[in-house]
């Protein structure tokens, strides 16, 4: 298909899980990661890839194994660079996972989604959006972009951290259950429930909190951006999360 000058191709790949692989870390530097869940032991990835004039770069995938991991790399063919000015090609990802597996996914300037997951997410991107919800630990980091995010459980294993450098933090808070806040920026902080925001020297705001036996820590942590803390409050079950009306 060309569309503007640009070939688009569409491209369906599937990579098996083997036994013992808990973790799936996919990175892709040319463009968005998609997450969805899928009942198969299987990883299905379908790519949108626009190969951009003049140019007209392409891109390939290489997976392989490491320990517990399953790695899948969006790499540049025949020399293409995910920095080059203009870009040459453009690569966005659906990616089917299922729910039980960890997840680790990086961009460069593109979202990452990845909702409702039944165990730990960790997104690292420059610019790039994310948007996560898990019941598992959640470690999301941005420089410039926005997170969006809800800490579904009552408790994780290790800690939960979000943190920006001037990007936007509106993070859901499970307060029913039993955390460790802890939130701090050089920017704005805002709370729509009874939590204190203790002014900082540098204008900025901190805010500390303890909710059950306070095991879970949830650090929200920005230099200069907005941070929003908002209650999570789910109405007897949890199948209509706030995220969903976006």
Partial sequence: VEKGGARIDRIDKEFDIDEGITRIAIDNPWGEINVRGRDEREVGVHAVIQHLPPQFGDVKFESHRDG?????DVVGAGGAKPDATPRAVRADLAVYVPNDLALALSTTD????AKRRGNAVEAKTISGEIQAS?????????????????AIGK????????????????????????????AETGGKLSTNFGLSVHAMPNGGGEAH????A?????????????????QLVLLGDDTSLPEDDD
């Avoid at 517990?68 to 899948?72: P, V, Y």
């Avoid at 593109?110 to 989604?113: E, G, Q, T, V």
């Avoid at 820590?217 to 920005?222: A, C, D, N, T, Y």
């Fill in 68 to 72: 517990t991991t399953l790695r899948i």
């Fill in 110 to 113: 593109a979202r990452i989604s």
């Fill in 134 to 150: 898990s019941y598992g630990r959640l470690s999301l980091e941005t420089q410039s972009g926005q997170i969006r995010a809800i």
């Fill in 155 to 182: 408790r994780w294993q290790g800690t939960s951290e979000l943190s920006t450098d001037s990007g936007r933090i509106v993070l859901l808070v499970p307060t029913f259950g039993d955390v460790a806040l802890a």
């Fill in 209 to 212: 909190a303890r909710y059950g």
């Fill in 214 to 230: 306070g095991s879970s820590p949830l650090h929200v942590h920005s230099r200069s951006g907005e941070i929003v803390l908002e």
